[in-house]
């Protein structure tokens, strides 16, 4: 059974989460960094503590002051703070009161030692007639210097949570924009293709509501392209439909062999001419829904004109028009949908084919030259007059009193497929030929 992949998370959980992380991580760091600073300083203030006690007490015993040996219980404020003053000869002048016994010091200034198993911090100052001890229990002095430090830090640890409650606020501002988009976009109507608005979006947002509106702007070109079509080809397609009924009914109706030949024919000829308005229907559907630069390739475009020439070859073989082909024997190449521009010549040349009078003539012309490709066909027929060949290009138009049963969607499709390749289409007469002249031309490669 297949799974369906796991959603990824909203851009929303994953801002939140990455802010809350770098706000937690900054707030730690913070924290750390204050602990240590506020714990050095305080290391440093019970030192400089120390070395005011010490200097205080230099010089204040006479050299034959006794010190205070009388024995005493301990108590914990004794073993935090121990003073002694010792003699320069090595007699102790001084100890504090309950205080553990420090060993004599022959380091001057602060050093580390033990007394009675626990370790101290200890200050000698020396003076010309006095050494004096001044030491402090480490697990003292970290004890207070931890509590202050935690003193520090408190207000970060408090300061922590209403920063992450402003950046899941500033968050929430921030997606609203999107989540409004979200909610438009949810309320529409399958048939409402009208552009979003872009008021108030971020800089961020726009670019991707804007082509969001471009995109709605297509599908409805495209739908409006399509009901149109639709309407067009419904109509188009009810007088064919209409001519094959009636001609089945009179095929049904023949008295005799003959008349029902000729019934038969007609009928296989309507039939012919049905397919024929199917074939072009699909064809300038297919040409007015393909995006712009699909599937375009290299091509030879006189190889292509070629190739089309000789498809055409039984067509006008059966009328004894001749068919020239005009170009360079070098490679015109050309970026382009093949297949389109086979239907494009197709049509072109089925066109010429028709209006062009027995033994008359069709020539296709290929040309390039430093900034453009030209390709061309005309024809020794009657031609089309000025103000007609605007309207030619557009669906199911046919110049009035023209002969045949053509489905007026020959250059409709070849238009589409012009637009499609960037080519500039031109209707006129022909100069040489006098019939008609079509011309597309494309920018060099």
């Known amino acids: 059974m297949k799974h369906e992949p796991k959603p990824a998370p909203s851009l929303r959980a994953r801002l939140t989460g990455a802010l809350l992380l770098a ?19 305080t290391e440093a203030l019970f030192d400089a503590q120390m070395q005011r006690i010490a200097l205080s007490l230099s010089g204040s015993l006479g050299a034959g002051a006794l010190s205070d040996d009388a024995p005493a219980a301990e108590t914990p404020a004794a073993r935090e ?20 016994l420090l060993p004599p010091q022959t380091v001057i200034g602060f050093s580390d030692t033990v007394a009675g198993g626990e370790p101290y911090r200890i200050y000698a100052l020396r003076t010309a007639t006095q050494v004096v001890q001044v030491a402090q229990q ?74 969001m509106n471009g995109l709605l702007t297509r599908l409805s070109d495209a739908w409006d392209a399509l009901t149109h079509f639709t309407a067009d080809a419904a109509h ?3 007088s064919p439909l209409a001519a094959l ?22 009928l296989l000829a309507g039939i012919d001419r049905a397919t024929r308005l199917v074939e072009q229907l ?70 010429a084919l028709r209006h062009t009078p027995p033994g008359g003539q069709v020539r296709v012309g290929v040309r390039e030259e430093a900034s453009v490709i030209d390709l061309t066909v005309e024809d020794s027929g009657p031609g089309i007059a000025p103000d007609e060949r605007a309207r030619v290009l557009d669906r199911f138009y046919r110049v009035p009193g023209t002969p045949g049963h053509g ?39």
């Not at 001749?322 to 072109?348: C, I, M, Q, Y």
């Open 23 to 41: 706000v937690l991580a900054f707030a730690a760091l913070q924290a750390a960094v204050t602990y240590r600073t506020a714990r050095a300083e």
């Open 81 to 100: 703070m121990i003073i002694q003053i010792w003699r320069a000869d090595g007699v102790m002048l001084y100890r504090s009161p309950q205080g553990r």
């Open 138 to 211: 480490t697990e003292a002095r970290g004890r207070m210097a931890g509590q202050l430090a935690l003193r520090a830090v408190l207000p970060v640890a408090l300061l922590a949570p209403v920063l992450m409650l402003i950046v899941w606020w500033v968050v929430g501002r921030a997606i609203g924009p999107i989540e409004r988009v979200r909610r438009q976009v949810a309320a529409r109507r399958p048939d409402d293709l009208a552009p979003l608005p872009t008021a108030g979006l971020p800089a961020e947002v726009r670019p991707l509501v804007g082509e």
């Open 236 to 238: 188009e397609l009810r």
């Open 245 to 266: 009924r009636l001609q089945a009914q009179s095929l049904q109706r023949a008295p005799d062999d003959a008349t029902r030949a000729i019934a038969t024919e007609r």
């Open 282 to 351: 699909l064809a300038l559907a297919r040409q007015e829904g393909a995006g712009e630069g699909a599937e375009l390739v290299s091509l030879d475009l006189t190889a292509l004109a070629r190739n089309a020439l000789a498809d055409a070859e039984p067509e006008a073989a059966r009328h004894a028009i001749a068919l020239t082909l005009d170009a360079p024997t070098a490679h015109v190449v050309l970026r382009a949908d093949e297949a389109a521009l086979a239907v494009l010549l197709r049509n072109l040349l089925g066109n």
């Open 407 to 445: 489905s007026g969607l020959g250059l409709a499709i070849v238009r589409a497929i012009a637009e499609r390749h960037g080519a500039a289409l031109t209707l006129d007469a022909s100069p040489t030929l006098g019939g008609l002249r079509v011309m597309l031309r494309w920018p060099a490669v």
